[in-house]
């Protein structure tokens, strides 16, 4: 702030009379003003003011591309993100699919091996019933008359069979009627009866030691005196006289009686 002296000359336009002296006067007036402080660095700190504007701009600008990729970059890595995930859920689903498919597939062979389990318990319960059906036709015993007979699935000597017969607790057949003759013919089978003339030669016996009275030798039979054609046995069973003379060692089926 500074102050500022200002002299005025006052003259009177018009001389009044009786004024003394017509002396000049002088007024002194003060006046105090606000100044400004001259501006010495104008041109310099408005230059440094632009500087700095400048400043700011480029490290807007840069900030702003730094903002930019950093966006481009998020949407690229959302991109591969959202890109990869889809694939891999694509994977997914396809790795799905073939499960899904291989537990269908195992269903339907696990069906399938319950069907052929199934099935081959079903042929073994057969094979078991057909095996136990078997085997009580080869060991079942048939009534005609008054006796039961046992019919052999083997074939042996006759001198086995007999032993097989005593162990089931008969012996081989004595046929003593032409009933009795047609039932054992009728079996259709090559067997041996319980008659023999090992003890003496042309004297044929049944094995309770009864003699032969009532006979069904073939035509020209017995004939073995002189070959040892010992034991008798049914064998032209589609005729009614059907006795045979054979070597007792011949393998044949037999017939037992009890």
């Known amino acids: 702030m500074d102050e500022l002296?200002?002299?005025?000359?006052?003259?009177?336009?018009?001389?009044?009379?009786?004024?003394?002296?017509?002396?000049?006067?002088?007024?002194?007036?003060?006046?105090?003003f606000h100044t400004l402080e001259p501006n010495t660095a104008g041109p310099a700190r408005?230059?440094?003011?632009?500087?700095?504007?400048?400043?700011?701009?480029?490290?807007?600008?840069c900030l702003g591309l730094l903002c930019l990729l950093l966006l481009a970059g998020l949407i690229t890595v959302v991109f591969q993100y959202t890109q990869g995930n889809s694939e891999w859920k694509m994977d997914m689903a396809l790795l799905q699919t073939s499960y899904n498919?291989?537990?269908?597939?195992?269903?339907?062979?696990?069906?399938?091996y319950n069907n052929l389990a199934r099935e081959r318990d079903q042929l073994q319960s057969s094979y078991g019933m057909l095996t136990k059906e078997l085997d009580h036709v080869k060991n079942r015993w048939v009534r005609f008359s008054r006796s039961l007979y046992y019919i052999s699935s083997v074939e042996k000597s006759w001198q086995e069979s007999r032993d097989d017969c005593r162990n089931r607790g008969a012996d081989l057949v004595i046929i003593n009627s032409k009933e009795e003759q047609e039932f054992t013919r009728g079996l259709k089978k090559r067997l041996w009866i319980g008659l023999t003339d090992r003890e003496t030669e042309g004297t044929w016996r049944w094995v309770d030691g009864t003699p032969l009275t009532k006979s069904y030798w073939a035509s020209l039979e017995p004939n073995g005196a002189s070959s040892d054609e010992d034991c008798a046995e049914i064998k032209m069973y589609n005729e009614e006289t059907s006795w045979n003379d054979a070597p007792c060692d011949d393998r044949s089926f037999w017939i037992c009686e009890k």
């Open 5 to 32: 002296d200002i002299y005025v000359n006052l003259q009177p336009l018009d001389k009044p009379s009786g004024y003394p002296g017509g002396r000049r006067s002088t007024v002194k007036c003060r006046e105090t």
């Open 46 to 61: 408005s230059g440094a003011r632009d500087g700095k504007k400048s400043s700011y701009r480029v490290a807007a600008v």
């Open 101 to 112: 498919n291989l537990t269908e597939e195992r269903d339907q062979l696990q069906t399938s």
